[in-house]
């Protein structure tokens, strides 16, 4: 049987790009510069983030991304999107960075919520620079 390639869902230009976060399960890497993360979209993290180390904090907020400390761990990141879709009519396109269990219920969220483009990863570094040397 031949691989089938799957292309990434097509991003909306026009409309507003959200990225809901969870720096719980997918943390900042080491390498990494936590400021530089903010830029260009909107990012909020959604996340207990008592368990997050101050500095880590301070620089992801320090690069313009919003902090929401909530306590229901991982299904944090999938309230946060129900609410916003509750009141935000579409287009949108959501982009969730979680793990895969959370990725895979919020995607039958929208598989009944129509006009919002879901743009899910399991990992951070898909959007970061190389690892220095390596």
């Known amino acids: 049987m ?44 959604v996340s207990v983030l008592t368990d997050i180390p ?3 904090l301070r620089g992801v907020f320090a690069g313009g991304i919003s902090l929401d400390n909530n306590y229901y761990g991982p ?14 009519p579409p287009p949108a396109n959501i982009m969730v960075i979680g793990e895969p269990m959370i990725l895979l219920l919020i995607s039958y969220l929208f598989s009944y919520k129509k006009g919002y483009n879901y743009l899910p990863y399991s990992s951070i570094q898909s959007f970061l620079p190389e690892v220095p040397g390596g």
């Open 2 to 45: 031949l691989p089938v390639k799957v292309e990434p869902p097509l991003c909306d230009k026009a409309a507003v790009t959200l990225v809901f976060w969870d720096i719980n399960t997918c943390p900042v890497p080491s390498y990494c510069d936590p400021c530089l993360l903010g830029r260009p979209v909107t990012i909020t993290v």
């Open 54 to 56: 101050n500095d880590i």
């Open 75 to 88: 299904a944090s990141v999938e309230y946060s999107v129900i609410d916003y879709t509750d009141v935000n």
